[in-house]
């Protein structure tokens, strides 16, 4: 087979010049599934995890399509809507339409709750070729008559099974009514629920099939461990291995917010830079701390699951789980931040008792039993049970165990 090239895809001049400006080679597998099917006007259903390359597998075609085809856009009207999860995704979305379409005459923006609407009514005024936006903030707009859909060609939904899990089913049932019947659908979800399944069904038409990596695997080029702790011992294990590993840059899964400060505040106090990404932080707060992180000026970034989701962050060697994630699919967007593009990377759990049946529900969902490594000088002393990918736990050993209260009583 001849190496696939962006114009062997059937990508216009403009956009070429562009990837290759970007350093974009070849095209990634998604690319090479996704461009000609979204040129062609088709609807998708694609199974791809961040870093596979597809943000660029639904802007690059977009762009070009927005381009080549239809009228200018009228005031208030957008033609392509991308709706997304978080803020942070919302960002990272249209970044790179940004990047990709430059030099097109094109008008494209980013709207998210938490930051005042103003600008954002502003800019839709004279309509936009392109706006990505989260559920929430797309329908106060909507609502408010600041954006009409009655232009809109294409609909896609960015990490859909994300949206579900942050309970935007309502919102999404509402911005679906609004559109056009008569459109294009791109829906891209790292996992395939039966939830996001039923919503295919309903949203697209003789879909094209996408999936890059099998389904509810993780990354292989990830080397994922377990260090089994107990829980009061973490933030000390995580210094060790901090120290230990020689570690730069971090991203640390920690499950509350409240973790998630007194990790960094921790931190500050042993002089490691490090900083926050979470819910309670303003939006400008937490786009700053992602850019200390990118540019190396602070070393780790802690974070919630909701805050990190879609974070684009390159190269990165390292992600540590400080707490297992409650929900099993978060496991596999967590890691997804390192191995991108065949990069070398690693994934630490560190996992308490509490937290095996967390545990169990990882190794069911990405069939593997995580092996286990303890770190010398910080064995746990209550024990975590034995798991398996079957999703069992294997039930504590009947030893006669001396009574801890024998000795106090
Ligand atoms: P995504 O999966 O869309 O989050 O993309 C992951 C990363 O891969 C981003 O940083 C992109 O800039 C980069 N990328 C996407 N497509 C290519 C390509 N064909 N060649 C090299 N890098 C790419």
Same mark, same amino acid.
Request: net charge negative; glycine share 22%.
């Given at each position: 087979m001849p190496t696939m090239t962006f114009t062997t895809l059937g990508l216009i001049d403009q956009l070429c010049r562009t990837l290759d400006e970007l350093g974009y080679q070849t095209p990634t597998p998604v690319q090479t599934q996704a461009i000609p099917a979204v040129l062609a006007g088709r609807d998708l259903m694609a199974a791809a995890q961040t870093g596979t390359g597809k943000t660029a597998g639904f802007a690059l075609p977009l762009l070009q399509r927005l381009t080549m085809e239809g009228p200018q856009v009228g005031a208030n009207s957008v033609r392509v809507l991308v709706l997304t999860p978080t803020r942070e995704l919302a960002e990272q979305v249209h970044e790179s339409f940004c990047e990709y379409g430059a030099g097109l005459p094109l008008r494209t923006h980013v709207a998210y709750g938490g930051v005042s609407i103003n600008p954002q009514m502003m800019k839709l005024r004279k309509g936009l070729d392109v706006l990505v936006a989260t559920p929430g903030r797309l329908l106060d707009l909507y609502r408010q008559n600041a954006v009409k859909f009655d232009q809109l060609q294409t609909l896609v939904l960015d990490e859909a099974d994300r949206m579900l899990d942050l309970g935007f089913s309502q919102e999404l049932n509402a911005v679906f009514a609004a559109l056009p019947k008569k459109r294009q659908t791109l829906l891209f979800s790292a996992t395939f629920s039966d939830p996001i399944r039923a919503l295919a069904a309903v949203l697209l038409m003789n879909p094209l099939s996408i999936e890059i990596s099998p389904r509810n695997t993780t990354v292989k080029s990830v080397k994922q461990w377990v260090i089994p702790v107990d829980k009061k011992r973490k933030p000390e294990l995580f210094c060790h291995l901090l120290k230990k590993r020689r570690w730069g840059q971090v991203l640390v899964f920690v499950k509350t917010r409240k973790g998630v400060d007194q990790l960094v505040d921790l931190l500050l106090s042993l002089g490691i830079r490090a900083d926050a990404i979470h819910g309670d932080k303003p939006q400008p707060a937490r786009l700053r701390a992602l850019d200390r992180f990118k540019s190396g000026e602070v070393n780790i970034l802690v974070a919630t699951d909701v805050a990190a989701r879609?974070?684009?962050?390159?190269?990165?060697?390292q992600v540590v789980n400080f707490d297992l994630p409650i929900v099993a699919e978060d496991y596999i967007h967590r890691i997804? /931040?390192?191995? /991108?593009?065949g990069a070398k990377g690693e994934a630490i759990s560190l996992v308490c008792a509490d937290e095996v049946d967390l545990l169990a529900a990882i190794e069911m969902l990405t069939k593997q039993t995580l092996p286990r490594i303890e770190e010398p000088g910080f064995e746990a002393e209550h024990r975590v049970p034995l798991t398996n990918a079957a999703g069992q736990v294997q039930k504590k050993p009947k030893k006669p165990k001396k009574s801890k209260w024998t000795k106090a009583a």
């Open positions: 879609g974070l684009d962050i390159d190269d990165l060697p997804g /931040r390192t191995g /991108r593009a």
